[in-house]
Structure formats: C-alpha cells, structure tokens
C-alpha cells in the first residue's frame, strides 16, 4: 500500500489544477486517471467540438460570401483534415498538461481505474495489476458519460455519439439527431454545413427547452433556414437497421412516424462517472441519479472527501469544474468561506451564432415573481452586425426595476458569449443599466449596442 497526502481521481478541468497546488504546497500528491489526462473538455468536449465549428464556420462563410461582394466557387468539405486540425489540437493541449503534470515536484500521475475499498483507500486497476493506495484527503474529479436512452433495437445499431462522431473521416449523407439540446445542435449545425442532410427529433414541444420560448424560436428559425429539419413532440418507439441505413420510428400525438438516415446520433444528456468508483465501500453518499452528494463547500458526507465538477451534479460546464477546484483549495489551505451557492453560472452554446446565457431568464423571473423589465434588441439593428453581415438573432437583458442592476442576460449573436461577458462583468460589478445605457464605447463596436439595448427601456 501507497500512502500519500492527497489523491485526486479524475484528471479533469478541477483535477489537474487542483493536484499541481497541493503538490506546490508540498504534499505527496497522486493525480489517478483512467483514460487521458484532460478529461471531456479537452478530449471529447470543448476543445475539438469547437475546433471543428470553426471549419464548419468556415464553409458556410465561403458559401455566403457573395452577399459581401465576395465570389467563392466550389466549396469543398475534407473531412479528413478537419479531423487530423482536430487531433493536433487536442494533442497538444493534452500533451501539455501531461507535461505540465510530469514536471510538478511531489505530484504522481497514475493511470488506471480506481476503486474504493475502504473510507480512505483505493485499488488502481491496469495493465500491470492492481495496487492500492491510501489518503486522508480524496478528491473525486471523474466527471460524467454519455447517457444512452432506452430505446429497442438501439443496441444493434451502430450508433454515434458525441465522443464518436468527432471521429468520423466521412460527412454522413443524412445525419438523425437525437435530442434538441446544445450538444445535438451544435453537431447538428456543424454536420449539416459540412454537406450532411440533418434531421434533429427532439421529445419535447421545442429545442432547447430550459431557454425563454423567444430563444429557443429564434434558434430553430435559423436552423430551419439553413436547412436543419426539426421534429419536435417525438417520442422515439425503436430504432432499426436495414443493409445501410437506419430508421428511426417515433411518435407524435396519437401518429405514427418514421424517417431513415446513414448515421444516427445520441445526444440525450450525459450521466455521472461513479458506477465503478465503489462509493459504497467508502460509505459515500449519492442521489437517485448516482450524483455525489455535496454540500456548498463540495464536502460529501465523508470527512477528507470532495467531489468537484460534473460528477456531483449541478450545472456541468468546464468553468464550473475549475471554480470547484478554486473554491475547495481556498477553503482548504487559505482559511477561506466560498461556497457554490448563489455563484454566477455563464454559460454559451456554440452554435452560430452562439448563445450567451446567464442570471435568470424571463420565465424565470415571471416565475419568481419579480418586479423586472425586459429589454430586447434584435441584431438587425446593430451596426456592427449590418457593416459584417452578422444580423441573426438577439441581445436580451431581464433587469431589476427596483435597484436597476441586471440580473439576466441572453444574447444570441455571432460573439454572444464575449457579449454576455462585458454584461456579466457588470452584474458582478453591480453596474446598472442606465450607466450602460449612458456610457462611452468605441464605435463601432458590438458593444456599443448595450447603448441601444438599454435604451429600450424608456420606449
């Protein structure tokens, strides 16, 4: 048996930090990872999805360049090199955080899969056997899988997901998505600007369900335009294979459907990473969803032992993770009192144009029963956006009537994260809207339009 100061599971956006810290601080840290270091952002998630929307990004630019003056003959997808762009990205940043492991003093990377067989000990399992180690602080940072649905005849269907799909080296003729959330839109709008015929069924009565009904309209208005089917209302029945393709049987209503396609891909959510971990031998609390129970601090019921990022549930985004690995080290070691509770949670989905998220939504505030206003702005009438071409979508701020401070913002624009951002850094801030509404910004800019945006307010 290993004993060590520390042990991490998990070499995710929380993980990797978090271990480098604790070994800088001198303790005898081990970082345990079963598959590559990085976890999904870099090697499923945020790093090759979004390097392969700009190809995406790319092709459809050219195809619509003449509405600039710009004439573009034969656009031509290689999905091949998109892919080998991809790889070379994700390597390196993966590489470089293996490094940046491999260089910390009093840091061991273990690769393998750990279990729990006691409170505080665990058996790592690879090629060369099993070993066990042992710790007073554990910190579980395995994150969460693709969750596969239900659904007969799906087992004998060669199906995608959004970890396999990023290694096709063919566009599909015609790709079926399977779920209208932002993982299958963003894959569904990228696919169908590589040349795929994409159709996205989704079970409830819109896409993007958790977002105002403006939002979620205006977004598959757009999709629609660029040739994205969506089924919405669908219930899935089965799914079948026949010589090439697949047919995807679904109900809507009392009326039976179907529609056939070369691919299909499930993207109905993810499900926590702790199957395997044996938490019961550890005594360590889950939901009914096999999340780890945490309290504010990420503190599960057993002393000594964190969970940070997807794996404890809650709102599963890369900087989430890594704001769990901030607040538990300074809580830890600086004597400080963070807590996840009534933390801002941003958020964009990166489809174009994107969507940039936070605070509370409209619905949300008629809900709760704010005293707020809304104030809309469509990118039509943004000069920026009209000088660049860029006039899909919407800036959306839901303001405090009372205090004048924001308190949400959604903006569905070609640069709508970085535009949620400047907002979010002004609910932070505590600036209200009327400064916005009255202060200087370079023209001319995206930005500037926060001019106009508030302004709208006094209509």
Excluded: W
């Excluded at 994700?90 to 006691?118: C, D, P």
């Amino acid at each position: 048996m290993e004993h060590y100061d520390a042990i991490i599971i998990g070499a995710g956006q929380a993980g990797v930090p978090l271990a480098k810290k604790l070994a800088e601080l001198g303790k005898k840290t081990a970082l345990i990872e079963k598959r590559f270091v990085g976890g999904t952002c870099v090697n499923d998630g945020c790093t090759p999805t979004k390097a392969m929307v700009a190809s995406a990004k790319a092709a459809h630019d050219a195809r619509h360049a003449a509405a600039l003056g710009i004439d573009v003959q034969n656009v031509t997808v290689d999905l091949k090199k998109i892919k080998a762009r991809k790889d070379e990205i994700v390597k390196s940043f993966r590489n470089g955080s293996q490094k940046g492991i491999e260089e910390t003093k009093n840091l061991t990377l273990i690769f393998g899969e750990a279990r729990f067989t006691g409170q505080k000990t665990l058996v790592v399992k690879n090629s060369d056997g099993e070993k066990t180690y042992k710790a007073e602080l554990i910190f579980i940072n395995t994150g969460a899988a693709v969750s596969i649905p239900d659904i007969a005849g799906l087992d004998a269907v060669d199906y995608l997901t959004s970890t396999t799909i990023l290694d096709l080296e063919q566009v599909p003729e015609k790709l079926l998505v399977i779920g209208g959330n932002y993982i299958g839109l963003e894959f569904g709008q990228m696919f169908s600007r590589f040349g795929s015929k994409v159709t996205v069924l989704e079970r409830s009565s819109r896409i993007m369900g958790r977002e105002d009904e403006d939002v979620s309209a205006e977004m598959s208005a757009i999709l629609k335009e660029e040739g994205v089917d969506i089924l919405t209302d669908t219930q899935i029945i089965k799914i079948d294979k026949n010589e090439d393709n697949v047919t995807v049987h679904y109900q809507v209503g009392e009326n039976k459907h179907q529609i056939s396609g070369s691919h299909v891909l499930i993207a109905t959510g993810r499900i926590p990473q702790t199957k395997h971990l044996g938490l019961e031998a550890a005594g360590i609390e889950t939901d009914d969803k096999n999340y780890i129970v945490v309290n504010d601090t990420l503190k599960t019921n057993i002393a000594g032992i964190y969970a940070l990022g997807d794996v404890k549930g809650g709102p599963a985004f890369t900087h989430i993770a890594y704001n769990d690995y901030t607040i538990v080290y300074r809580n830890l070691f600086e004597n400080k009192n963070f807590s996840i509770a009534d933390r801002p949670v941003p958020y964009c989905m990166f489809t174009d144009p994107q969507l940039g998220r936070i605070g509370v939504s409209e619905a949300e505030a008629k809900k709760k029963g704010l005293n707020y206003k809304v104030a809309k702005l469509p990118m039509s009438q943004v000069a920026r956006g009209i000088e660049t071409g860029e006039t899909l979508g919407f800036m959306k701020a839901v303001v405090d009537v009372n205090s004048k401070k924001i308190i949400g913002v959604a903006i569905l624009s070609s640069i709508g994260g970085e535009l949620m951002s400047v907002l979010q850094m002004a609910m932070d801030g505590g600036i209200t809207y009327d400064q916005i509404r009255y202060g200087v910004y370079a023209h001319p800019t995206y930005s500037e339009s926060f001019n106009n945006l508030f302004m709208k307010l006094e209509e």
